[in-house]
Nanobody, 124 residues
Framework: VQLQACGGGLVQAGGSLRLSCAAS????????MGWFRRAPGKEREFVSA????????YYANSVKGRFTIFRDNAKNTVYLQMASLKPEDTAVYYC??????????????????WGQGTQLTVSS
């Protein structure tokens, strides 16, 4: 299973950006998909996750109301639409896949497959 994340870049505070994560080599539609991020000098943290069906999107409190996760199983791709970006959103963003229970979607250890990460930098 390979995950390819892309879409990162440099954005001004208040701006928007969409990250994409394309999967190959797996039954994408059977996996929960998650987004995590690691800011400089910090631990990796949960951002958002979505069930295989596209239901039950789940967000960290820090991004709730600003980020939207959705998936297109026909394209084997999950997206993270980010709006009202803040400098504290600056991080490397990783997508992950796994057969994860709803109550465990925020835990990185539950995900088996990981993408390589894409850098988001939000300038003030």
């Amino acid at each position: 299973v390979q995950l390819q994340a892309c879409g990162g870049g440099l954005v001004q505070a208040g701006g928007s950006l969409r990250l994409s994560c394309a999967a190959s080599g797996c039954s994408f539609s059977s996996y929960a998909m998650g987004w995590f991020r690691r800011a400089p000098g910090k631990e990796r943290e949960f951002v958002s996750a979505i069930r295989w069906s596209g239901g039950s999107p789940y967000y960290a409190n820090s991004v709730k109301g600003r980020f939207t996760i959705f998936r297109d199983n026909a394209k084997n791709t999950v997206y993270l639409q980010m709006a009202s970006l803040k400098p504290e959103d600056t991080a490397v963003y990783y997508c992950a896949a796994g057969r994860v229970r709803i109550d465990s979607m925020r835990y990185s250890d539950e995900y088996r497959y990981w993408g390589q990460g894409t850098q988001l930098t939000v300038s003030s």
